[in-house]
Nanobody, 126 residues
């Protein structure tokens, strides 16, 4: 069974919007938090946003604050990333992450999660 599966990526123009979805298995969805990461060519994966399971507390990297919103639907075992006012510098492969490692450090640490999806490409043209 696939633990995490992303969808919703695509190509948009500057200023456009996309909503990414990450469908999780039930056990994976029950992890303490889930997150979105992105990876630019030749660069390390970076944390974009995270959401906790119990309180729904959210975290964002500064570059997306006010533009992106992470949310979760507990009835569908799915998290979302609503991306508005997209910029060319948002172009990247976006990954869903789950199963944070205890004492794994910051929510944005790519080494802090055990499970990643296959990714979905987001391309923003100017």
């Amino acid at each position: 069974q696939v633990e995490l599966e992303e969808s919703g990526g695509g190509s948009v123009q500057t200023g456009g919007s996309l909503r990414l979805s990450c469908s999780a298995s039930r056990d994976t969805f029950n992890s303490n938090s889930m997150a979105w990461f992105r990876q630019f060519p030749g660069k390390e994966r970076e944390g974009v946003a995270a959401i906790t399971r119990l309180s729904g507390k959210t975290y964002y990297v500064d570059s997306v604050k006010g533009r992106f919103t992470i949310s979760r639907d507990n009835t569908k075992n799915t998290i979302y990333l609503q991306m508005n006012s997209l910029k060319p510098e948002d172009t990247a492969m976006y990954y869903c992450a789950a199963n944070p490692i205890p004492h794994g450090g910051s929510w944005a640490s790519p080494l802090g999660y055990l499970t990643y999806g296959q990714g979905t490409q987001v391309t923003v043209s100017s």
